[in-house]
Each structure stands twice: as structure tokens, then as C-alpha cells.
């Protein structure tokens, strides 16, 4: 599956995966073979960023 093009989506998308499935947004990389900076840059465009303390992006 490729990733939401649309930036708030791709959020809901990354956040649920965070949220179910990996433990950390290097391990939904890892397995989404997807880089960090990539998905970090598309969602810091709309004010988000990776909290790793609760493993979502805020």
C-alpha cells in the first residue's frame, strides 16, 4: 500500500499505525521501507512532529 498523499491524512494514518502496530516511528519506517525524513518533513509541513514519548506525532 503507498502512503496518503494528503498531508492530514497521511497523520491519521501514521498516528493509528503508531498507535496499533509499531513501537516506534523507526520500526513504521523500517517496514513501511519509507524514510524518516520524509514523512517527519510532509507532516512538519502542517505544524506536526514526532513525540516519542508517546510515539505519535502532535
Known sequence: ???????VILLSYINTLLRDEYPSFEELCKSLCVEQDYISSKLGG???????NANSFK
Open 1 to 7: 500500500m503507498s502512503l496518503p498523499n494528503d498531508p
Open 46 to 52: 502542517i505544524g506536526y512532529f514526532y513525540d516519542p
